[in-house]
């Protein structure tokens, strides 16, 4: 087993998460790891205390970017250009980090994994989540999750990689949704491999509404869309969304009846609704701007 590197970069990206950023901050502080922390941390124009917060910490490189200019793609990269290590940790704000061994289950899977594109970790939803995104992290990193028979899966929220792989595949800056997804893709049609680590686990969940649930889906889509990885999929009303929302909706309720949340069933169905049509409509934009 090779051992942890001694030293690494942590990137992490912020908008208005004061109400989470000082948790992530002081558990990454007090993980069981002996090695250098290279702090970086690129904030989108925070106006709610983050700021304050953040400069307590002291990180190496504090980059506050213009309202309204935040790009994924170019951020990520740019985390990476200025790193001094090798291995580049990015952590969102909000992804608190749920034990002192977070980090070294992180690196040490990362270090002994034979042309390592990137390894992520596992994440698990705060207690205020509501049950369809539960379910979602449960089939996403559960121990019966579905996320292994998918053709392809990777969360950026909390991952490292290693610079010199990224030098040779940067991440795309056209794209504003899914482009973790599509660099993972590249990085792994080139040999590289995508690790989920069970063993490295960050608390992080959002509670969207169904018209925000209909914009997220439909962003991702799009992206996929214009990178070219479309599913074979139908992409009519009563096919593509109907049934599909249908199907979820059924998971949903038998995942709620286990955890006794049945007065959120509705809910769960109008946010699948909203997240079939979405994804559809981005499909659909994506595949004509091509």
Same mark, same amino acid.
């Given at each position: 087993?090779?051992?942890?590197?001694?030293? @690494?970069?942590?990137?992490?990206? %912020?908008?208005?998460?004061?109400?989470?950023?000082?948790?992530?901050?002081?558990?990454?502080?007090?993980? *069981?790891?002996?090695?250098?922390?290279?702090?970086?941390? @690129?904030? %989108?124009?925070?106006? *709610?205390? #983050?700021?304050?917060? @953040?400069?307590?910490?002291? /990180?190496?490189?504090?980059?506050?970017?213009?309202?309204?200019?935040?790009?994924?793609? !170019?951020?990520?990269?740019?985390?990476?250009? &200025?790193?001094?290590?090798?291995?580049?940790?990015? =952590?969102? #704000?909000?992804?608190? /980090?749920?034990?002192?061994?977070?980090?070294?289950? &992180?690196?040490?899977?990362? $270090?002994?994994?034979?042309?390592?594109?990137?390894?992520?970790?596992?994440?698990?939803?705060?207690?205020?989540?509501?049950? $369809?995104?539960?379910? *979602?992290?449960?089939?996403?990193?559960?121990?019966?999750?579905?996320?292994?028979?998918?053709?392809?899966?990777?969360?950026?929220?909390?991952?490292?990689?290693? !610079? #010199?792989?990224?030098?040779?595949?940067?991440?795309?800056?056209?794209?504003?949704?899914?482009?973790?997804?599509?660099?993972?893709?590249?990085?792994? *049609?080139?040999?590289?491999?995508? =690790?989920?680590?069970?063993?490295?686990?960050?608390?992080?969940?959002?509670?969207?509404?169904?018209?925000?649930?209909? !914009?997220?889906?439909?962003?991702?889509?799009?992206?996929?869309?214009?990178?070219?990885?479309?599913?074979?999929? #139908?992409?009519?009303?009563?096919?593509? $969304? $109907?049934?599909?929302?249908?199907?979820?909706?059924?998971?949903?309720?038998?995942?709620? &009846? !286990?955890?006794?949340?049945?007065?959120?069933?509705?809910?769960?169905?109008?946010?699948?609704?909203?997240?079939? &049509?979405?994804?559809?409509?981005?499909?659909?934009?994506?595949?004509?701007?091509?």
């Amino acid at each position: 087993m090779k051992p942890i590197p001694d030293s @690494i970069t942590l990137v992490m990206r %912020s908008y208005n998460e004061a109400w989470a950023i000082e948790d992530t901050l002081k558990a990454v502080c007090e993980q *069981d790891y002996t090695g250098q922390i290279e702090l970086i941390v @690129i904030d %989108s124009g925070s106006t *709610d205390g #983050s700021h304050e917060i @953040i400069r307590n910490y002291k /990180p190496k490189e504090f980059i506050i970017l213009e309202p309204g200019t935040y790009v994924p793609g !170019k951020v990520l990269n740019q985390g990476f250009r &200025l790193a001094q290590n090798e291995w580049v940790v990015f =952590l969102n #704000s909000d992804a608190t /980090p749920d034990n002192a061994q977070w980090l070294k289950q &992180l690196l040490q899977a990362a $270090v002994n994994t034979p042309r390592l594109g990137a390894a992520f970790s596992r994440q698990i939803p705060r207690n205020d989540c509501q049950a $369809v995104f539960a379910h *979602d992290y449960d089939r996403c990193f559960g121990p019966h999750r579905e996320s292994d028979q998918w053709e392809h899966f990777f969360s950026m929220v909390s991952c490292v990689a290693r !610079k #010199s792989v990224w030098k040779e595949y940067p991440i795309r800056e056209d794209l504003q949704y899914a482009e973790d997804d599509e660099w993972t893709r590249r990085m792994k *049609d080139a040999g590289y491999e995508t =690790l989920l680590v069970v063993e490295s686990v960050v608390m992080h969940s959002h509670n969207y509404t169904p018209a925000q649930s209909y !914009k997220r889906a439909k962003g991702d889509a799009l992206a996929v869309a214009q990178a070219g990885n479309v599913p074979e999929t #139908s992409l009519s009303w009563p096919l593509g $969304v $109907v049934l599909p929302a249908v199907k979820d909706s059924i998971k949903d309720f038998k995942y709620c &009846l !286990k955890q006794r949340r049945l007065n959120e069933v509705l809910h769960a169905f109008r946010v699948r609704y909203q997240q079939r &049509l979405g994804r559809i409509d981005g499909y659909k934009e994506g595949m004509s701007d091509g």
